[in-house]
C-alpha cells in the first residue's frame, strides 16, 4: 500500500524525545527523515539506560524509519550542508534554544529565503515568544511549572511525577499534528510556514476542564490520587489480591454496578443515591466500597463487573501490557531487523490508517550511518565525503558492531 507521506522530506534537528517522537510519527507514515546528529556522541537518548546489546532502549524506542547524518554544526561547511537538504525539503525541525540557529543562519527567515515552501517546526519548553522564551524545557520541570504533578498523587501525599514523559510525547504528538495540517494546507496554497509546538502549551490546553472548573468557581482542584473530580465511584480499588479500576460514569452504570456485585440496597442508602450525593460523600463511598471488594481477588470482581455491563478492568504491569493478547492483537509491539539487536522488539506505530497504515522500514539508525547515501543525493563525490571527514565537518559512520 502506498504511505501517506512517501514524498515527503524532513530535515530533523530535534533530539531527546519530544522532537524524535514527531519525527518517527512522520517516518511511520512514510517521510524520509533526516536526523542530523553531532559526529561524536549523537543524540543525547543514544547514551541513556538501559542498553540492549550496546543500544540504547530509549534511543531505539523513538528513532526508527530514520537515516543519520553525523554533521558538525560549529564548521560553516556543516551548516551549508544543513541549507542544501532545507533547499529541497518540505519539513525542517528543531528543538534547539531560542535564537541558536538563528545565529548559525538555519532560523526560519534565513531558511524560508531559500526554500519558501518549507514547513518549519519549533520544539521548545516555553514557545518562542513571552519573558521566559529563552529557558530550556524539560518534561519534569513542566510536569511541575504546568500545574501537572500538583494533580497527580495522593491527597495527603507528595506531588507525583506522571510515570511516563507524558509532557515530550503530548508535544511530539502536537508537533505531528501541526505539521500535517500545515502540510495540507501547503498541498492546497502553495505556502509554507512556521509551525511552534511548546512543552508548556500542551500541558495548559490539557489542564482543560481543571483549568475551566476553577476559571468558573475559583476552587483550586485538589490531587486525588486515582478519583475523579466528578464521578464516584470512578477510581482504582483494592481487591484481596491486587488492585482495579471501576469507571461508574452515569446513574445507570451505578445500577447496574449495584446490582452486579449483589449490593442492591446501595441504591436506596441516601447518601449514594445520585452521583452528585456520591461526591458529596466520597470518602464513605469508597470505605463502603473497598470493604466489599476485599472479599474476592481482583480477578474475580472484574469478571463480575464486566458482567454487568460496567467499565473496569485490572491495573496492569509493564510486562502484563506487553504480553497481552488485545495488545498483540492489534500489533502493537513490534519485531524490528537491528543490527546490533537482532531480537529487537519496541511498540509499534498507534495509528491505525486502512488504505495509507503506518509501516516501519529502517530500525533506528547507528550514528552516522547514512552519511554517504545523504551526502551522495546531494551531489558529494566520494572524495569529497572523505574531505569532510578529514576536516572533521562529519563523523566517521559507526559499523555494526559485528563488524567493528
Known sequence: MAAALENIKVVDLTRTLAGPFCTMMLGDMGADIIKIEEPQRGDETRSWTPFWNGESTQFVSFNRNKRSL???????????????????????????????????????????????????????????????????????????????????????????????????????????????????????????????????????????????????????????GSGHPSLVPYQSFRASDGNFIVGVANQGLWERF???????????????????????????????????????????????????????????????????????????????VHPNVPELRIPNSPLKLAETPASIRRPSPLLGQHNEEVLGELGYSAEDINGLQERGVIGKAQKPAATE
Open 70 to 224: 553525523s554533521l558538525n554544526l560549529r564548521e560553516e561547511e556543516g551548516l551549508e550542508i544543513v541549507r542544501k537538504l532545507a533547499a529541497n525539503a518540505d519539513v525542517m525541525i528543531e528543538s534547539f534554544r531560542a535564537g541558536a540557529l538563528e545565529r548559525m543562519g538555519l532560523g526560519y527567515e534565513a531558511i524560508s529565503s531559500i526554500n519558501p515552501g518549507i514547513v518549519y517546526c519549533s520544539i521548545s519548553g516555553y514557545g518562542r515568544t513571552g519573558p521566559m522564551a529563552e529557558k530550556p524545557g524539560y518534561d519534569l520541570i513542566i510536569q511541575a511549572y504546568s500545574g501537572l504533578m500538583d494533580l497527580t498523587g495522593e491527597p495527603d501525599g507528595m506531588p507525583q511525577r506522571v510515570g511516563f514523559s507524558l509532557v515530550d510525547l503530548f508535544t511530539g504528538m502536537m508537533a505531528f499534528g501541526s505539521l500535517v495540517t500545515a502540510l495540507y494546507h501547503k498541498k492546497e496554497t502553495g505556502q509554507g510556514q512556521r509551525v511552534e509546538a511548546a512543552l508548556l502549551d500542551g500541558q495548559v490546553a490539557a489542564l482543560s476542564y481543571h483549568a475551566t472548573a476553577y476559571m468558573a468557581t475559583g476552587v483550586v482542584p485538589q490531587r486525588m
Open 258 to 336: 449495584c446490582a452486579g456485585i449483589g449490593r442492591p440496597d446501595l441504591l436506596e442508602d441516601p447518601r449514594f443515591k445520585t452521583n452528585d450525593d456520591r461526591v458529596v460523600h466520597r470518602a464513605e463511598c469508597v470505605e463502603t466500597l473497598n470493604e466489599i471488594f476485599r472479599t474476592r481477588t481482583m480477578r474475580e470482581w472484574v469478571e463480575i463487573i464486566e458482567q454487568a455491563g460496567v467499565p473496569c478492568g485490572p491495573i496492569n504491569r509493564v510486562d502484563d501490557v506487553v504480553n497481552d493478547p488485545q495488545v498483540n492483537a492489534r500489533n502493537m509491539i513490534a519485531d524490528l
